[in-house]
């Protein structure tokens, strides 16, 4: 309960477009870091409004965040079928003025939502909304806490692709190992959704892991990692360890790889990478 009230309270001063409150008076939002203060909500800025006095140089623009490459994985977003009732058209209006580009009402009529009807079913699918949409934004840490609270709440198929968005959240933060598991996670979660998107999002999830395994793992540990990680994926061990291996010759590990393949016995899955200029 006193973690839903932290996140209304995120979601409200970021609909409010009020400055959010401090790490000092703000409750933990909680996560792998207990020591880290939790992070400031998102504030919207009205960018149209008129500013007094000469204007600043602006500064570059941030770097892109890293996304999903695979173009299928965009349709991994777990779907909402026969819901019906208050908060259902409450869930509707929000889509449909987020397909608009109002953020800000569609994070208002979520909010709304939430406050009417915390029992509802969809309240799983209202914080993964809200943390694609972060996340879609950039604002990654805001991202996080919708998705730590997504899974908390009984709903495989939501909480596998809130996994799935937190690897790649963990990514563009820096936090590759955490990253790797969460990647990891998702595949396993995904497992037990008997949908062809669950089986999607499991397969999407051992394959982008494997950019990340290669800037923390051992190579040598690669083939047994991937036998284990891809049980009940629908990927085969081959298929992850040649995504393995184009990952390390793109980050510069071409001779370890082959001192890899030669130990291996030059395995089918090297061959491809290792032909590469």
């Not at 208002?108 to 949409?133: I, K, M, N």
């Not at 495989?156 to 969460?182: F, I, K, M, P, Q």
Request: one cysteine or more; glycine letters at 6%.
């Amino acid at each position: 309960m006193f973690a839903r009230v932290a996140l209304l309270a995120l979601l409200s001063f970021t609909c409010a477009g009020d400055e959010p409150p401090t790490a000092a008076s703000s409750p933990a939002a909680g996560g792998p870091k207990a020591a880290e203060p939790p992070p400031a909500a998102p504030v919207i800025v009205d960018s149209a409004a008129p500013a007094s006095g000469p204007r600043a140089a602006e500064p570059p623009p941030a770097p892109e965040a890293e996304k999903p490459a695979d173009p299928a994985s965009q349709d991994l977003t777990p779907r909402i079928a026969g819901a019906t009732g208050p908060d259902a058209e409450l869930f509707s209006r929000a889509e449909a003025l987020r397909k608009q580009g109002d953020v800000m009402k569609m994070r208002q009529t979520l909010l709304e939502l939430l406050r009417d009807h915390p029992a509802s079913p969809l309240v799983p699918h209202v914080y993964l909304t809200l943390g694609d949409e972060s996340f879609n934004r950039g604002e990654m840490k805001a991202a996080l806490q919708f998705f730590e609270k997504t899974l908390t709440l009984p709903n495989d198929d939501v909480a596998a692709y809130a996994l799935y968005l937190t690897g790649w959240c963990r990514v563009n933060l820096g936090d590759d190992e955490e990253a790797l598991a969460a990647f990891v996670q998702a595949a396993e979660r995904a497992t037990r959704v008997a949908t062809d998107r669950g089986r999607s999002l499991a397969r999407a999830s051992i394959l982008d892991s494997a950019m990340v395994y290669v800037r923390v793992g051992k190579l040598d540990k690669a083939p047994a990692f991937y036998a284990k990680a891809t049980k009940g994926t629908g990927v085969t061990t081959d298929e992850a360890l040649r995504r393995m291996a184009t990952a390390a010759i793109d980050s510069e590990r071409r001779d370890e790889l082959a001192r890899l393949c030669k130990a291996e016995g030059m395995p089918a899955w090297c061959a491809g990478p290792l032909d590469r200029p």
